[in-house]
T-cell receptor
């Protein structure tokens, strides 16, 4: 069964610090990997999307990496801000004629002043 | 600005009621999806649609049905609501294929009492 596992489950850091969130997956055949940010009570919003051939992609203070050989991805947040407090969800897509998405359960990040 | 709009942010329904959750997208996307999100389980796919009047079961379709009479609108129907259907429901849309982003609505928090 295709799975996406994220760690840690939750994380608390001080404002201004950096952090890294992890995602391991077993989805095959792999199409792409996405990171979403979900504020409490809202729908997820896309941060990055990476295909097999990409190993890093940035979106402002967010940098995602992908190692397709080990089936691992990370999301690095630089100089965290209070507004970064949210759940971060790793989503892996398999392509079978149409895309099928498998969602991780997310990492709950809390930034404290 | 792309938009996926769900008709309600919060709903409270009684057990046994028939419940309609509506979703409209303004991006002319072919694909539309309904997910439910529960703590510790991530997003799980209920139903999806790749075209008007077309529907496919996702991972957890039991107790639900859908309707897609127009390209921009995808409805989720709970034929007889039960307490175990209390959840956050998220609608999403995307283009047909490729490394395209899935856009999510703001979510509907449904409580069945």
């Amino acid at each position: 069964k295709n799975q996406v596992e994220q760690s840690p489950q939750s994380l608390i850091i001080l404002e201004g610090k950096n952090c890294t969130l992890q995602c391991n997956y077993t989805v095959s055949p792999f199409s792409n990997l996405r990171w979403y940010k979900q504020d409490t009570g809202r729908g997820p919003v896309s941060l990055t999307i990476m295909t097999f051939s990409e190993n890093t992609k940035s979106n402002g203070r967010y940098t995602a990496t992908l190692d397709a050989d080990t089936k691992q991805s990370s999301l690095h947040i630089t100089a965290s801000q209070l507004s970064d407090s949210a759940s971060y969800i790793c989503v892996v897509s398999e392509y079978f004629g149409n895309e099928k998405l498998t969602f991780g359960t997310g990492t709950r990040l809390t930034i404290i002043p | 600005d792309v938009k996926v709009t769900q008709s309600s942010r919060y709903l409270v329904k009684r057990t046994g009621e028939k419940v309609f959750l509506e979703c409209v997208q303004d991006m002319d996307h072919e694909n539309m999806f309904w997910y439910r999100q529960d703590p510790g389980l991530g997003l799980r796919l209920i139903y999806f649609s790749y075209d008007v009047k077309m529907k496919e079961k996702g991972d957890i379709p039991e107790g639900y049905s859908v309707s897609r009479e127009k390209k921009e609108r995808f409805s989720l129907i709970l034929e007889s609501a039960s307490t175990n259907q209390t959840s956050m429901y998220l609608c999403a849309s995307s283009e047909v294929r490729g490394e395209t982003e899935a856009f999510f609505g703001q979510g509907t928090r449904l409580t069945v009492v």
